[in-house]
């Protein structure tokens, strides 16, 4: 149950909001009427806006070029890594397309323990889906350095072990090793992990 003090440092923290956004808005050279737009239906577009610009800001996308006319195994020697799992294969994981194809990959960070499944609704309610094998290995190949900051899983390509498990491709740093490795779509996703996707065709 909120406190009093919970309740007084709430409403100080929202006046604290309204009090810049009436600065910022007026400093562009808005009006009362501009700020009171935003409490009627008609301005319902434009906080729909702030919000998704407030939660963009939280990720990261980065350009890269996927290369169809490479297989899967050439893909991964571009990417150069030390350790790569014997189960990221063709086979396992087939890759279609053409040509090449300039692509934006952008990593959602949802700062906080996340399933897969979750992970893959918030991504897709922001208009969003998981980026495939192919995606990500362009993305570790032209940002070799990125993994070094955080690990990085692409949901959109599912391999199913024997045992019946599923499992995604990931890019993550050892301390020692640049690695492309497997890990377990059941299994959760601790705070640090960045999760690879792709803006939905519009």
Not at 14 to 28: E, F, G, P, Q
Not at 146 to 163: E, N
């Amino acid at each position: 149950m909120a406190t009093k003090s919970d309740i007084v440092s709430g409403m100080g923290l929202a006046m604290s909001i309204v009090t810049n956004l009436v600065s910022k808005v007026k400093k562009a050279g808005g009006t009362d009427e501009d700020i009171h737009r935003l409490v009627r239906p008609d301005g319902e577009e434009i906080l729909d806006k702030v919000a998704d610009l407030i939660v963009t800001v939280k990720r990261q996308v980065f350009k890269v070029v996927v290369d169809y006319a490479k297989s899967l195994e050439e893909m991964i020697e571009v990417g150069k890594y030390d350790n790569v799992n014997s189960d990221i294969t063709s086979d396992h994981f087939p890759v279609t397309g053409t040509g090449q194809k300039e692509k934006e990959i952008t990593l959602f960070h949802f700062n906080r323990s996340i399933f897969s499944n979750d992970a893959i609704a918030e991504m897709e309610k922001a208009g969003y889906h998981p980026a495939l094998v192919e995606e990500l290995l362009s993305l570790g190949a032209a940002y070799k350095e990125l993994q070094k900051q955080f690990p990085i899983v692409a949901l959109g390509s599912v391999w199913r072990y024997p045992d019946g498990s599923r499992h995604v491709p990931s890019l993550f740093w050892n301390g020692d090793e640049r690695r492309l490795d497997l890990h377990c779509f059941e299994s959760g996703w601790f705070v640090d992990w960045r999760f690879a996707a792709v803006r939905n065709a519009s």
